[in-house]
T-cell receptor
Framework: DVKVTQSSRYLVKRTGEKVFLECVQD?????MFWYRQDPGLGLRLIYFSYDVKMKEKGDIPEGYSVSREKKERFSLILESASTNQTSMYLC????????FGPGTRLTVL | GENVEQHPSTLSVQEGDSAVIKCTYSDSASNYFPWYKQELGKGPQLIIDIRSNVGEKKDQRIAVTLNKTAKHFSLHITETQPEDSAVYFC????????????FGRGTSLIVHP
């Protein structure tokens, strides 16, 4: 079974802080994704990566960056957190279809 | 790019009734259509999927139908149970989009005992 884990289930940060969300997968999948989920808006793609050190912008990359130094790990970085980044963040891998992690609910105060 | 519309946004049924959630897509090249169920506090879990060479697929109480001509697909849940209560997402992906799925906005299904 594919396992996708995210470093935190719940996170509370202050405006202006630098925030790291970590995602690790154990199935050697090349493709990894970060989505954010908001009520009524569904899942929106922030960034994705096809391979180590490769990254592509998704539909809403503003305010975010990513890092993929190892194949199994894909990090989402909020350089300076803002209140409008309060959301549920979902990491996923893709082989035949997407496999999701449990999500990180981030609150920015 | 692909655009996926999902309806309704909320659906309330009595236990034992059927529930139907509908999605439309815009890219005629899309060929893979998964459905996800997300329970409170958890990540989405795949419940059923269909590829464009198939018109219907069934797994116990869950079925998905696909109409390629009309570019819409539907999730059917029969004999609903309270544990079916969750948010359901449809998605579509295509080779042209590197198989990256585009998701609908989700349907909150509530099954009343």
């Amino acid at each position: 079974d594919v396992k996708v884990t995210q470093s935190s289930r719940y996170l509370v940060k202050r405006t202006g802080e630098k925030v790291f969300l970590e995602c690790v997968q154990d199935m050697d999948h090349e493709n990894m994704f970060w989505y954010r989920q908001d009520p009524g808006l569904g899942l929106r793609l922030i960034y994705f990566s096809y391979d180590v050190k490769m990254k592509e912008k998704g539909d809403i990359p503003e305010g975010y960056s990513v890092s993929r130094e190892k194949k199994e790990r894909f990090s989402l970085i909020l350089e300076s957190a803002s209140t409008n980044q309060t959301s549920m963040y979902l990491c996923a891998t893709l082989r035949d279809r997407p496999y999701f992690g449990p999500g990180t609910r981030l609150t920015v105060l | 790019g692909e655009n996926v519309e999902q309806h309704p946004s909320t659906l309330s049924v009595q236990e034992g009734d059927s529930a139907v959630i509908k999605c439309t897509y815009s890219d005629s090249a899309s060929n893979y259509f998964p459905w996800y169920k997300q329970e409170l506090g958890k990540g989405p879990q795949l419940i059923i999927d269909i590829r464009s060479n198939v018109g219907e697929k069934k797994d116990q109480r869950i079925a998905v139908t696909l109409n390629k001509t009309a570019k819409h697909f539907s999730l059917h849940i029969t004999e609903t149970q309270p544990e079916d209560s969750a948010v359901y997402f449809c998605a579509a992906s295509s080779p042209g989009g590197s198989y990256i799925p585009t998701f609908g906005r989700g349907t909150s299904l509530i099954v009343h005992p």
